[in-house]
């Protein structure tokens, strides 16, 4: 008898002819206990497969809430309408690049062709891992890439725009987020979240400012921790200044 996470039964019981048959009864419940009453192989679509794998990521903790939440959108918005309605085992190359190309031009377009890329290799690659597929059709089919179409791609502040940038934010009675951003790295939910107990004042004039929490709202859902590990940092000179002046 085996369970699934949410619940379900089936009983596996059988005399296998050989130790071949045998394993592959083992890897059929196994497969059952993790994933459930998905379809066999060659009717499992491209919608079952990622959704399985965004699930499985976050079961193992592989993946933030946000991160879920961002490849549950691109499943949604994007894939499910197309290619979701494919066998998984379908869906080739040349498919693929057709696909890309019809999801728009210049640098937004690029930005989310890329984005679905990335979420479509991990997924078939996780896929043949566990069984679920044979081919991973990413390998050759990958979105083109923008060369001279469209304006450039936004660039980060020089040193000199950064500078000019905290200065006009420090002189604003409610700018000291913005100030407070470029002085310490911090993302903006990481800024608004940050309460006093997650800061400490050193006797050296320095402080350490840990990043536990962070705000950010997305169709109506509010996400408490931040997107990554590296929230503790120690944040020195304008910076402190700044927590002091806030």
Not at 82 to 89: D, V
Not at 143 to 159: D, H, I, L, Q, S
Not at 161 to 168: D, I, P
Request: with cysteine.
């Amino acid at each position: 008898m085996v369970t699934t996470n949410e619940g379900d039964r089936r009983h596996f019981s059988s005399t296998a002819r050989n130790l071949t048959a045998a394993r592959a009864e083992v890897r059929e419940a196994r497969k059952f206990k993790e994933y459930g009453d998905l379809p066999p192989r060659e009717l499992l679509t491209g919608e079952q497969l990622i959704s399985e794998y965004v699930d499985a990521r976050e079961r193992a903790g592989g993946i933030k809430q946000r991160t879920a939440f961002d490849y549950r959108y691109s499943l949604r918005h994007y894939l499910a309408p197309t290619l979701g309605k494919l066998k998984a085992q379908k869906v080739n190359a040349q498919r693929l690049r057709d696909f890309y190309a019809g999801l728009g031009e210049g640098p937004t377009g690029e930005r989310t062709r890329g984005k679905v890329h990335a979420l479509l290799r991990a997924a078939y690659r996780w896929g043949i891992c566990e069984g679920l597929v044979e081919a991973d059709p990413t390998v050759r089919g990958r979105p083109e890439r923008m060369t001279t179409r469209g304006p450039a791609r936004p660039k980060a502040f020089t040193p000199d725009e950064a500078v000019k940038f905290y200065e006009a934010a420090r002189v604003d009675r409610w700018g000291w987020p913005l100030a407070f951003m470029p002085a310490t790295g911090m993302r903006p939910g990481e800024a608004l979240a940050l309460p006093w107990d997650d800061v400490t004042f050193r006797p050296d004039g320095s402080a350490v400012v840990s990043a536990e929490h962070t705000r950010g709202a997305m169709a109506g859902q509010v996400y408490e921790t931040p997107k990554t590990a590296a929230g503790a940092r120690t944040v020195t000179g304008s910076a402190v200044q700044v927590l002091r002046d806030s």
